[in-house]
C-alpha cells in the first residue's frame, strides 16, 4: 500500500499563490507518476496536472498550463504544485494520486492510490 498526504491548501485572494505538496509513503515503487486532480462542489473531478518519475515528463490541463507547476522530489518521495495567478474558479479540493502501471496520466481511472485531499478556497 502507499499512503499519500497532501498539505498547503487554504484561503487566497484571487491573484495569490499557493504550495500544494504530495508526500507518499509505504510501499513505494520503483517509478511511478504523481498526478493531481481536483474537485469542485456539483463538479466532477478533473486532471490538473501529472509529473512522471525522472520529472522528464510533465502534463497540465490546458487551463492551467500556463499559471501552474508540478515538481517532485524523489529522495523524499513528495510532489508539489505551485499556483500562481488564482482564480475563484480554482477553489476545489486538490487530490493527489500516484499510477504505477499502465494507463494515461491525464486519466484518473489509471491511478491506484489517492490522498485524503486539501481543500484550496480563492476568493474573489
Known amino acids: 500500500q502507499v499512503q499519500l498526504v497532501e498539505s498547503g491548501g487554504g484561503l487566497v485572494q484571487a491573484g495569490g499563490s499557493l504550495r500544494l505538496s504530495c508526500a507518499a509513503s509505504g510501499r513505494i515503487f520503483s517509478s511511478y507518476t504523481m498526478g493531481w486532480f481536483r474537485q469542485a462542489p456539483g463538479k466532477e473531478r478533473e486532471f490538473v496536472a501529472a509529473i512522471t518519475w525522472s520529472g522528464a515528463g510533465t502534463y497540465y490541463a490546458d487551463s492551467m498550463k500556463d499559471r501552474f507547476t508540478i515538481s517532485r522530489d524523489n529522495a523524499k518521495n513528495t510532489a508539489y504544485l505551485q499556483m500562481n495567478s488564482l482564480k475563484p474558479e480554482d477553489t476545489a479540493v486538490y487530490y493527489c494520486?500516484?499510477?504505477?502501471?499502465?494507463?494515461?496520466?491525464?486519466?484518473?481511472?489509471?491511478?491506484?492510490?489517492w490522498g485524503q485531499g486539501t481543500q484550496v478556497t480563492v476568493s474573489s
Open positions: 494520486a500516484v499510477k504505477t502501471g499502465w494507463g494515461l496520466p491525464r486519466m484518473s481511472n489509471a491511478y491506484n492510490y
